[in-house]
Structure formats: C-alpha cells, structure tokens
T-cell receptor
C-alpha cells in the first residue's frame, strides 16, 4: 500500500536554529499538507499546498514557517528560528484531490524537540 | 467549520462490535462526514466517509441518521489494534481537516 514517508522520525534542535522537516508524499497525489500536534493536544492544521503554491494556511503558520516542493517527490517544512513552543509532532499528509470527498494519507510524523 | 460532539472515551470488549457516536446538529447539506483515527504514537489514519447514505468499507461501517444530525461509526469486531482516538470531522470542499478531541477507544482483552 502506498504511504507518506517522513524524515527524520525525531529531531532535536537548539532554540533559534533552523530545521527542515522532510516528507515524500504518495507519488500521484497533488495536494500536500502539514499538521502538527503538541503533546496531549489536538492535531492542528498548518498549511496546504497545491500547484507549487500555498492554498491555505492557519494562524500558526507565520513568517517563521515556509514550505517547498524542491523536486518532484519531496515536500519540506522549514522553521527558520525555532522556539520552545514549536516542540511537537509534525505530520505531513497528501491527497489525490482536495475537498472532503476524498481521503488524506498521513505520514508517521517527525517529533521535533526544541531545547 | 461545523462542530461535532463525541464522547471523550469508550470501552469495548475484544471481538465485539463497537458503535462510536458523533453528533453534528449544525451540519450543512453539503458537509461530508469523515472519520479518522489515530493509533498511539502514529499519524492520523483515514477510516471512512459519507454524505447521506450509509457506507461500508473493509475497516468499518458508517451509519448516517436520516436528518444527518448524527452518525455512528461501527467497528464490526473490535481487535486490540483498534484501540485509538477516533475523530469525526465535517466539511465540504475544505482542504483542511479540523480535528477535535475525538473519542479514545479502549479495547478490553
């Protein structure tokens, strides 16, 4: 069964450092998403991406965050200057089409720890 | 986004059916009803979705009330692997999924 792959599984970084979280979506999917989940809290939407541009972003997704699809397979989330409160599980997801008449496939997540 | 209400937690015995309820009294006519689940330490996983009619797939069944103000996710024979948080999510042509707190399902061996 096709799957969304995320690397690394766990990243520890110092406050103020830049981190890049990587995702390989399912190959024929066109829509890509990042979500995050702070320990013990809800899964929160960060950003959606289609046709090489952001289609929607949440209030969380401020200027410290950026996304990129640098080639035909990878989808990355960059946090420029990490804060302690950025510590969370980050999930990448992809879907064939957008909208609610479809399913999103999620990766296993990257646990980001900012110290 | 339309709001859903789910019990915080439920328990079920292994190998028995499980009925997970979801109330969505403010659902609009074009909102789809989606169910996702999140196993411990894993990403969310799609379970099933529907609009008006009941739906079945290999994982579960979705029973939708005639007035669409509520729905029930049915796991026909629960296994230990079904222990997870189950999320009922509404939306129409909305790219993002809005997760609530869901129902934490515990399976008793």
């Amino acid at each position: 069964e096709p799957e969304v792959t995320q690397t690394p599984s766990h990243q520890v970084t110092q406050m103020g450092q830049e981190v890049i979280l990587r995702c390989v979506p399912i190959s024929n999917h066109l829509y890509f998403y990042w979500y995050r989940q702070i320990l013990g809290q809800k899964v929160e939407f960060l950003v959606s991406f289609y046709n090489n541009e952001i289609s929607e972003k949440s209030e969380i997704f401020d200027d410290q965050f950026s996304v990129e699809r640098p080639d035909g397979s990878n989808f990355t989330l960059k946090i420029r200057s990490t804060k302690l409160e950025d510590s969370a599980m980050y999930f990448c997801a992809s879907s064939e089409v957008t909208g609610m008449n479809t399913e999103a496939f999620f990766g296993q997540g990257t646990r980001l720890t900012v110290v | 986004d339309a709001k859903t209400t789910q019990p915080n937690s439920m328990e079920s015995n292994e190998e028995e059916p499980v009925h997970l309820p979801c109330n969505h009294s403010t659902i609009s006519g074009t909102d789809y009803i989606h169910w996702y689940r999140q196993l411990p330490s894993q990403g969310p996983e799609y379970v099933i979705h529907g609009l008006t009619s009941n739906v079945n797939n290999r994982m579960a069944s979705l029973a939708i009330a005639e007035d669409r103000k509520s729905s029930t996710l049915i796991l026909h024979r629960a296994t230990l692997r079904d222990a997870a948080v189950y999320y009922c999510i509404l939306g129409y042509y909305n790219e993002k999924l809005t997760f609530g707190t869901g129902t934490r399902l515990t399976i008793i061996p």
